[in-house]
């Protein structure tokens, strides 16, 4: 490897843009986890807000004179001329990278630490990335602090999981209703392997129940079924949501 970056092919080049723009990536986590262990969740969450308006707008700006694309209201142009279903096949693909980044990261622990360290982790991960969906979601959808079970429901079709799954709600009532995996991209990728499913429940507790808290604290989740649980062929984990008047 040469000494100087100037000094590299175009191939290593490409190589270490890509290492970059990963350690961009790695350190923005990091300003969040560092201000959220120092100053707690709610003040990392407002800082967050503002970090990211600027940061966006900047790196926007700086790409477009460099991949030659006009903004529009700080938003890419390509973005706003694409078509219907080619935005939606753009969403799902984010989505699908998503989960495969998650994935990813929790072979990397088991297979170096065993599958309790990773399921540990990955439950701990999902108690802190609930909320800030919450957060994010809440914010690009308006909702105010105390939105009740309809922003709840509002909320839960805008979660990544919701443009690569297939859910449904069920209403009991104006107090509670049900909220049903009924496709679920991991499991159903074991069952076509033959392979039982994946007990996912001590992470849905997490996942579930943190994030109707922070779209409105006075919501209760329980869970009616989530792997390693016996479940109908309808859905793969149910939760049911409640606020008592």
Known sequence: MNDFPEDLDKRDKAELVVDMMTRIVVHYGLWFTEIRHQMGMEEALTVLDKATRHSVGIGLSRMSKLFGFKLEDGMPRPLLTMEDHDLKELMAAVSKNWLANDGVWFQAVEFSHGMNEAKRCNDSCWAQFSPYEAHAISKFLGLDDRPGLEGLKKALNFRMYAFINKQSMVDEGPESFIFQMNECRVQMARKRKNLDDYPCKSAGQVEYAYFARAID????????????????????????????N
């Open 217 to 244: 604290p006075r919501i209760e989740t329980e869970c009616i079924g989530c792997p390693p649980d016996k479940h109908p062929d309808q859905w793969f984990c149910a939760w049911r949501f409640t606020i008592r």
